[in-house]
């Protein structure tokens, strides 16, 4: 029997003609994020300092963060699979330097230089595909595609990324463990040239390329206005960046503090509980897109996403103060983590919902947002913890999550689903406007 989605093409929401891009997602993101765990001690093994082995990933994370704005624009523009093939070409040739010329002879300016233009190449890959993912899933069923893509994310450089280092280290080296990276990114790379059937897709890019150069760079522009001509589009920017605090600002300071005398868990049982925060979101990715796609994005994200992650930040703190380094403990603060984090998921299908008529400029301020998360988090644990320490940078997150809470009540955007409801049971009426501000 065919299901009604199964006959649109999709599987739980997954367009089925994009399936070999999600699994080419997760490849790349094996390759792109092995070296998360171990690069920086290695760096310092080689002899540089604390400070420049930080600087190194400074330089990387701000030109992803200028990449992932400009990458959705780039994608509407000249089409998702050229700008994903850019972007995995570039990866590989500036690893590939950056690895030969940079760590091989421990030249620092060839590190950073190197280093930081791979940091231009891999949102090139991801988000390009988060254009694809807009362009071909159907507006009421994109959280859940949205979903599935951040839950490939997950299981790449969550899951593989995190845990493969250590099992190949052992064996073949820190070195040799980079060098493996390529293989995993050119074969995300070949699956996308050759795997995934989008004919429409190809269509529109072939379309795209008869754009005039004043054209391309308004377009291109835009992805830097739209923030400013949209205030819903810039209030969930705001979100964006609030959602994934935690995300990469706990990884600065839970080690300190959890592996510290007054709390007692080791760096093993630390990594464990970190590792298991990505393998809950694998599932809680699919689940939320789903879910959202049925109760309503915004209030998901509002109780879900900003009130759940404000309960599960503070109990990442207290719960180990409390109880000490017990597998309860670990199994609870991990899950709950994971659980709030991923109730965002519905912001990848927001941001093109907003501007439908320019959905490659709303991804990218979504990109952008996402890319500022990235660096927000460490900043402020970088900041405070020397004057409030762990439990008042803690609460800099739980009160940030708090504000997110406020400000979706402002986000207007109006979710396909709930659009189509009302407007079979309202009165007809040219004046009626349905938004999904719930």
């Not at 006959?7 to 367009?15: A, H, K």
């Not at 792109?32 to 540089?48: K, M, N, Q, T």
């Not at 992805?223 to 706990?250: H, K, P």
């Not at 320019?358 to 996402?370: E, P, V």
Request: proline share 4%; with cysteine.
């Amino acid at each position: 029997m065919v299901t009604r989605e199964a006959s649109r093409g999709l599987l739980l929401g997954m367009p089925l003609c994009l399936i070999w891009g999600y699994v080419a997602i997760a490849l790349f993101m094996t390759g792109d994020g092995i070296e998360l765990a171990f690069l920086s001690r290695y760096v310092v093994d080689l002899g540089f300092s604390p400070t420049q082995a930080s600087f190194l990933f400074a330089v990387y994370g701000f030109l992803a963060a200028l990449s992932s704005w400009c990458s959705g624009v780039l994608a509407e523009m000249f089409g998702p699979r050229r700008i994903m093939r850019i972007g995995v070409i570039a990866w590989i040739a500036f690893h590939v330097l950056f690895l030969a010329f940079g760590l091989g002879e421990q030249n620092y300016l060839l590190m950073v230089l190197f280093y930081g233009i791979r940091g231009l190449a891999y949102p090139l890959f991801i988000y390009s595909f988060l254009v694809w993912v807009a362009q071909v899933a159907p507006r009421e069923r994109l959280a859940s595609a949205m979903g599935w893509y951040w839950t490939m994310y997950s299981i790449g450089i969550g899951f593989l990324g995190t845990y493969l280092p250590s099992f190949s280290i052992p064996h073949i080296g820190f070195m040799g463990t980079l060098w493996m990276a390529v293989v995993w990114v050119a074969v995300a790379g070949i699956m996308v040239m050759f795997l995934v059937k989008d004919d429409r897709q190809a269509q529109a890019a072939s379309a795209d390329t008869t754009m005039k150069l004043a054209e391309r760079l308004r377009e291109l522009s835009r992805g830097a206005t739209i923030l400013f001509d949209n205030r819903s589009i810039l209030i969930a920017a705001l979100v964006r960046i609030i959602c994934n605090l935690t995300l990469f600002g706990f990884p600065v300071i839970m080690p300190l503090f959890l592996t510290s005398p007054e709390v007692g868990y080791t760096m093993e049982q630390w990594l464990r509980i970190w590792g298991l925060v990505f393998i809950v979101t694998i599932f809680t990715n699919v689940m939320w897109g789903v879910i959202g796609d049925r109760i309503g994005w915004i209030r998901q994200m509002r109780w879900f996403g900003c009130a759940g992650c404000v309960f599960a930040t503070l109990a990442f703190y207290y719960l180990p103060l409390i109880y000490g380094p017990t597998t309860a403990v670990s199994i609870v603060i991990a899950v709950a983590l994971g659980i709030g984090v991923s109730a965002f998921v519905p912001m990848g299908a927001i941001f093109p919902a907003m501007a439908p008529e320019h959905k490659g400029a709303a991804i990218s301020a979504h990109n952008l947002a996402a890319g500022l998360s990235n660096f927000m988090g460490p900043a402020i644990a970088t900041v405070a913890i020397s004057s409030i320490g762990v439990e008042g940078v803690v609460w800099i997150y739980a009160l940030l999550y708090l504000v997110g809470v406020v400000l979706t009540y402002f986000i207007r955007v109006d979710q396909p689903r709930f659009s189509h409801k009302a407007a079979s049971t309202a009165p007809i009426s040219p004046q009626t406007k349905t938004s999904q501000a719930i």
